[in-house]
């Protein structure tokens, strides 16, 4: 069996090929895409090869490869032994870019009623986000600064005051970005650089700092100033993950104020997880489902352009020269 799939050739070449599908296991379901969104900083990092010798990036991207985790659509077909799903059901998953995906009875989610398919493909980034929230160590009242205001900030603010937020502060350079950051919440939102604004910080805290913050930008040069953001024996998540990690430094703050900096990632299984692995994801995956059809998470909003597959070329393109104005990209493969 065949499938349409979109492949990234190698630096900057996106093409649409007819790929096999994957073998359905007793296990696995197959699933007809019908939405799928693009990971903006995962994928780019991927499409434009800007990652350093010896990084995982370079460990595991192997080219012509295909890209993508972001999935929804509905079950054509199950294994022999999926007790959980049907023919007909909608799942989101961490399924690629490509009309058809067979993806673990474990690794999908059922979306409910209300949902749309646009909105469920966000659920793995639901995931990495939920993860990165959880590692946070949040309390009520804290005072939280997002520093990168891209998908995984937009979905980290509201996290944020799910979990009792007192301020949620936002720092980019981009307008368009801090205006759907000031949509979805954010208490303050400043246009301008994690050094810049220090001051603003301190301010704002009476002098004290932030509780916790989250680099969430992808740009090794940020961890050092955000983490002179921080209060005495604060706290610091790095969720956006460089292609260049030997060139992050961090700041005098981590030892003399005795700062913690924890990484999250989407592997990272919640600490009160009691069965194997995959449950926990599944239960994540199941929050965040819950978070929107309940409208405490909001994502059609985020959602900027909606294109056919056959336009990857060109929207891959446009990522990577106007990333301040393109936001949601959804693929439609209906």
Not at 93 to 115: F, I, K, Y
Not at 298 to 307: C, E, F, K
Request: with cysteine; aromatic share 6%; charged share 20%.
């Amino acid at each position: 069996m065949k499938r349409t799939a979109i492949h990234i050739i190698d630096k900057n070449q996106i093409e649409l090929r007819e790929a096999d599908v994957p073998d359905v296991g007793p296990n696995d379901l197959l699933v007809r895409t019908t939405r799928s969104v693009i990971s903006t900083g995962t994928e780019s990092i991927a499409y434009t090869r800007n990652y350093g010798p010896g990084t995982h990036w370079d460990q595991w991207l192997r080219y012509p490869m295909i890209p993508g985790y972001l999935n929804c659509g509905v079950v054509e077909a199950v294994g022999s032994a999926v007790t959980k799903f049907k023919c007909g059901d909608r799942v989101a998953s961490g399924g690629a870019h490509a009309s058809l995906v067979v993806v673990g009875e474990t690794r999908a989610a059922g979306v409910p009623e209300g949902v749309p398919d646009e909105e469920a493909a966000w659920t793995h980034l639901g995931l990495i986000t939920q993860v990165g929230a959880r590692a946070g160590e949040q309390l009520l009242g804290e005072s939280v600064a997002i520093v990168g205001a891209g998908l995984l900030g937009q979905l980290v603010i509201q996290y944020a005051f799910v979990q009792g937020a007192k301020d949620v502060i936002v720092i980019d350079t981009s307008a368009a970005r801090l205006a759907h950051a000031a949509r979805h919440g954010a208490t303050l939102t400043l246009q301008m650089d994690a050094k810049s604004a220090k001051q603003r910080v301190y301010d704002i805290t009476g002098g004290r700092g932030v509780d916790l913050v989250y680099d969430i930008t992808g740009n090794a040069k940020v961890l050092g100033p955000a983490l002179g953001l921080i209060r005495r024996y604060g706290r610091l998540v790095l969720l956006g993950d460089t292609g260049h990690t030997s060139e992050q430094n961090v700041a005098p703050e981590l030892i003399v104020s005795g700062l913690r900096i924890i990484g999250a990632h989407a592997s990272h299984i919640p600490e009160h997880a009691t069965e194997f692995q995959w449950w926990s994801m599944v239960r994540c995956y199941e929050l965040f489902l819950d978070y929107v059809a309940r409208g405490r998470m909001r994502i059609g909003p985020l959602i900027t352009h909606r294109v056919k597959p056959t336009e990857a070329p060109a929207i891959y393109d446009l990522l990577q020269k106007d990333r301040e104005n393109t936001m949601g990209v959804v693929f439609d493969w209906s």
